[in-house]
């Protein structure tokens, strides 16, 4: 996916390009992981269509939720929905910043102790 560090920088229009790919996989990441939270809490919770955004949107922000949430499985969903929008924040992150720091590391070539 990215070139070796012994091959010369992309272009930056074909660079752009990866960087704007990246950011739609980082967005479609997010709206599925939405997606999945607002039918959760809609399904499990019972909560509207606009609240079960609110507190999906919160969690995948990582705020919190900001309804209390009064059945058993509402409140495994909402933890177990916490537990993975911690992790899909992070990838998501990942995900969007990778073209940005490899670049960064091949423009400055850093390298690696083995490679001295």
């Known amino acids: ?3 070796h560090h012994q091959q010369p920088l992309l272009p930056r229009h074909l660079f752009l390009r990866r960087l704007a790919r990246n950011i739609g996989y980082g967005i479609l990441l997010l709206t599925v992981s939405l997606a999945v939270g607002m039918l959760g809490y809609h399904h499990f919770a019972g909560h509207a269509w606009t609240d079960a955004f609110l507190n999906a949107a919160m969690i995948l922000s990582g705020m919190g939720p900001v ?21 899909a924040l992070i990838s998501t992150i990942a995900v969007i910043f990778a073209p940005l720091v490899h670049r960064v590391m091949h423009r400055f070539h850093f390298e690696s102790e083995d490679e001295t």
């Open 67 to 87: 309804d209390v949430l009064h059945t058993t499985a509402a409140k495994i969903f909402a933890g177990c929905y916490a537990l993975y929008a911690g992790i």
């Open 1 to 3: 996916m990215f070139e």
